[in-house]
């Protein structure tokens, strides 16, 4: 059965989610080897944002633990983010993402795993496309937030449908 809400989806996402953790494991050593500084995050239930849902962006809003949104900002402060790497997999009722975000200088990278409902997604995407950009909304309990700007909607949506 499909699941209906976000909760739902991110248990229904916990079945995979060690496998899609290994992946941003890996991915995060293959940057180490690379000379970059990796930080795995670890987030929480992903929403969808878009104005249907009462919200001025387009895009994913992920909670994270109050430190990795503060680390996430302070690399943004520090000139952004350089390049993004994408992994979106459909399994089921579900899309599976894989994060990377990484900037030259210093040599950092952020990896992490989100979910979201096609389902849900229909309008947020279309936004997003019109838009040019998706949003992620990083954000803590304690409100807390940073918001990344990805120039390339189509790559949070998979290839192929599951």
């Not at 976000?6 to 080897?33: F, G, R």
């Not at 849902?53 to 430190?67: E, I, K, S, T, W």
């Not at 909304?137 to 120039?151: G, K, N, T, W």
Request: charged share 25%; net charge negative.
């Amino acid at each position: 059965m499909a699941p209906n809400d976000p909760e739902e989806a991110a248990i229904m996402a916990t079945s995979y989610w060690e496998d899609l953790k290994s992946d941003i494991v890996a991915t995060l050593e293959e940057y180490q080897d690379a000379g970059y500084e990796a930080t795995m995050l670890h987030p929480g239930v992903t929403t969808v944002l878009a104005p249907e849902y009462g919200d001025d962006l387009h895009g994913l809003a992920v909670l994270l633990p109050q430190g990795e949104v503060e680390e996430v900002e302070s690399l943004i402060e520090s000139g952004g983010f350089d390049e993004a790497e994408i992994y979106a997999s459909r399994v089921g009722s579900l899309v599976l993402l894989g994060l990377w975000f990484s900037i030259e200088e210093p040599a950092r990278v952020v990896g992490f795993q989100s979910n979201y409902l096609p389902t849900e997604a229909e309008g947020m995407l279309e936004g997003a496309r019109e838009a040019g950009s998706l949003s992620l909304r990083l954000h803590s309990q304690y409100d807390d937030e940073v918001v990344i700007e990805c120039a390339a909607p189509d790559l949070f949506v998979p290839d192929e449908p599951g």
